[in-house]
C-alpha cells in the first residue's frame, strides 16, 4: 500500500495533477481520494488499477502478495502474513520493445506478466536475455536466459544498462552506455564482443534496472 501511495503522489506531482483533478477523472468525490492517499482506507485491487489507468500508467497493474513468514518460538509455529503491494509488466519482445506480442510471449494465447516490487516511472516491461554479450568474467554479469526489467523512463546516463535500437536494425540491442573522450559508446560486458559508437542513429528504448533468474 505504501509503495503504491508513493507511486502515485510522485506520478501526480510529475504531472501536476491535482486530488481534485484525480478525483475528477475517477467520478467521486476529492475526499475519497484523500482518504486513499493518506491511508485512512484501503483501495480494492480495482480501484488501485482505476487510479493508475487515470494517470496514464496502462502497462501497470497491481496484485498484492501474501508472505508467510514461519516464527519458531517455544516450538510452536506463528503465522505472521504481511501483505505488500506488487507491480507486475508484460514481457516483451526484442524485435518491438514494450509490445506484447502472441507466440513466446503468450502462455495458452494470454499476454505474459511478470511481478516485482520495484514500481517504475514509465511503462516498463520485462525482456529474456539472450546471448552472452552481456555475461561477464567478472564484476556485473547478465546471463543468458535472465529476465531483465526496462524503464524508458530513467534518463540513460552513462554507466547504466542500456536497451537501444539502431534505425537500421529490426531488434534491439542490450549494452552498457560508457563516455570515454567526450564521446558515447555502447559496449557489452563480455569483452569478446566488440563495442559501437553510440550515434544518432541509435535509439535508447530504456535503461536496465533490474535483472532476475529464476530456477
Request: with cysteine; hydrophobic share 40%.
Amino acid at each position: 500500500m505504501d509503495k503504491w501511495i508513493e507511486l502515485v503522489k510522485a506520478k501526480m506531482s510529475d504531472l501536476k495533477v491535482t486530488q481534485e483533478v484525480l478525483a475528477d477523472r475517477l467520478g467521486m468525490s476529492q475526499g475519497g481520494v484523500g482518504h486513499w492517499l493518506n491511508k485512512r482506507r484501503q483501495p480494492s485491487i480495482e480501484d488501485m488499477n482505476r487510479v493508475l489507468h487515470a494517470l496514464g500508467m496502462d502497462f501497470l497493474e497491481v496484485a498484492t502478495v501474501i508472505r508467510e513468514r514461519l516464527v519458531l518460538q517455544d516450538d510452536e509455529p506463528c503465522l505472521a502474513h504481511k501483505y505488500n503491494p506488487y507491480f507486475r509488466y508484460p514481457v516483451s519482445d526484442w524485435r518491438e520493445p514494450a509490445q506484447v506480442r502472441d507466440g513466446e510471449l503468450s502462455v495458452y494465447g494470454k499476454p505474459r506478466f511478470e511481478l516485482t516490487d520495484y514500481h517504475a516511472q514509465g511503462a516498463a516491461f520485462w525482456l529474456v536475455v539472450v546471448g552472452d554479450a552481456m555475461t561477464a568474467p567478472t564484476g556485473v554479469s547478465i546471463a543468458e536466459g535472465m529476465m531483465i526489467l526496462v524503464d524508458p523512463a530513467i534518463v540513460p546516463e552513462p554507466g547504466k544498462l542500456v536497451i537501444a535500437q539502431w534505425s537500421d536494425s529490426t531488434e534491439a540491442t542490450f549494452r552498457k552506455l560508457i563516455e570515454e573522450g567526450g564521446q558515447r559508446y555502447l559496449v557489452p560486458l563480455n569483452p569478446t564482443y566488440p563495442k559501437a559508437l553510440y550515434t544518432d542513429e541509435c535509439r535508447i528504448l530504456g535503461v536496465v534496472v533490474q535483472a532476475t533468474a529464476k530456477f
